[in-house]
């Protein structure tokens, strides 16, 4: 600059600065007369989640015997290989389909919830050692985005059958289904208690999720780069701490996510997510606020205390002033969708 500078030249510099962000609210009821509708998968009803897990049990301590006369039905356990092309415009037969395809793949056919529609409907009746062709079209909401609406056409070899000879439903099996129980009641009751907990847990995390989405979408708001950078890579941080937690990386899988290049890849991967983030905490902050709402300075310390000690525990870095930002939204967070939860209108219907 120095160098630069002359007297007979106009001398300009810019700065760039992030401000705080403004909440524009984008009706005039803001969060007033809030509603929000939440769909519950079946899976989370206890009834049906009881009733599938004393299934499962029972079908654990059955036999596998050889089907020797019939075609495959449901109830039976087939063993395929599987082989997928893609099926062109013409209909004539395109790339193979690598992710579809599996040699040996076990195929329970009680428990198909992750198969293509139509995938089992096709393999009905089907023989050890025959072989069937058939065309299949992925939906659009399939989960792998490369395979969303592609048409194919599926070769599957029936290797082996079988069907499960279950032991008698009786108060003799209630042991082994279930350490502790003597009777098959006291198994069917037992049951249903730890699938009523994971009912009301899996329905708050909905509701919560639900009215935080909600939120999200009552406002606008212009997000700084640096609060995107720093939000972000806290994300990111909490990932790579799961993982690791979770003992699903060795160090040096863990130093390699950690490098800037892994950072900034999944901050480009997940923008839209965080910009998401983003709002649904700046909005919660407005309310709490709004609302005068508060919790007690020793749930802040004790949950900072509570992260930190996580973060020691493996060898990570951590920064207290950041911990304790965090804990503070969280904090603010849960006092705010409690007030909204009393607030608001919930409904809650079946998918």
Request: aromatic share 6%; with cysteine; hydrophobic share 35%.
């Amino acid at each position: 600059m120095n160098e630069a500078f002359s007297l007979d030249h106009v001398f300009r510099y810019d700065v760039a600065v992030d401000v705080v962000p403004e909440v524009r609210w984008l009706s005039e009821d803001k969060y007033k007369n809030l509603k929000v509708v939440i769909e519950i998968d079946e899976i989370v009803d206890a009834e049906k989640a009881a009733e599938l897990e004393l299934k499962r049990r029972r079908k654990s301590l059955g036999l596998l015997r050889i089907v020797p006369d019939r075609g495959l039905q449901v109830g039976d356990l087939v063993v395929l290989d599987i082989l997928a092309e893609t099926i062109t415009t013409d209909g004539s037969k395109g790339e193979k389909i690598p992710s579809a395809e599996s040699t040996g793949f076990h195929l329970d056919t009680e428990e198909n919830t992750n198969l293509v529609p139509g995938f089992l409907g096709s393999l009905i009746g089907i023989r050890p050692g025959e072989t069937r062709t058939f065309p299949i079209q992925f939906p659009e909401s399939f989960e792998q985005e490369t395979l969303q609406g592609v048409r194919a056409q599926f070769t599957v070899v029936c290797k082996e059958l079988f069907f499960r000879e279950l032991p008698e439903l009786d108060d003799s099996l209630a042991a082994k289904l279930l350490p502790g129980c003597n009777t098959i009641d006291e198994v069917k009751e037992r049951i249903l208690e730890r699938c009523k907990e994971v009912e009301k847990t899996a329905i708050e995390q909905a509701t919560d999720n639900a009215i935080l989405d909600q939120l999200g979408k009552l406002v606008d708001v212009d997000v700084p780069r640096s609060l995107f950078q720093e939000q972000g890579q806290q994300l990111y941080g909490a990932k790579l701490l799961q993982l690791q937690a979770e003992r699903k990386l060795d160090k040096d899988q863990l130093a390699s996510l950690s490098s800037e290049k892994s950072v900034q890849e999944y901050l480009k991967g997940e923008r839209e997510n965080i910009t998401r983030i983003i709002k649904q905490m700046l909005v919660v902050g407005e309310i709490f606020k709004a609302e005068n709402l508060q919790y007690s300075t020793d749930q802040l310390v004790k949950e900072v205390e509570n992260s930190i000690e996580e973060f020691k525990r493996y060898n990570q870095d951590y920064d207290e002033g950041n911990i304790k930002q965090q804990v503070q939204d969280v904090l603010e967070a849960a006092k705010v969708l409690e007030w909204l939860k009393e607030n608001c209108t919930i409904e809650y219907i079946k998918k």
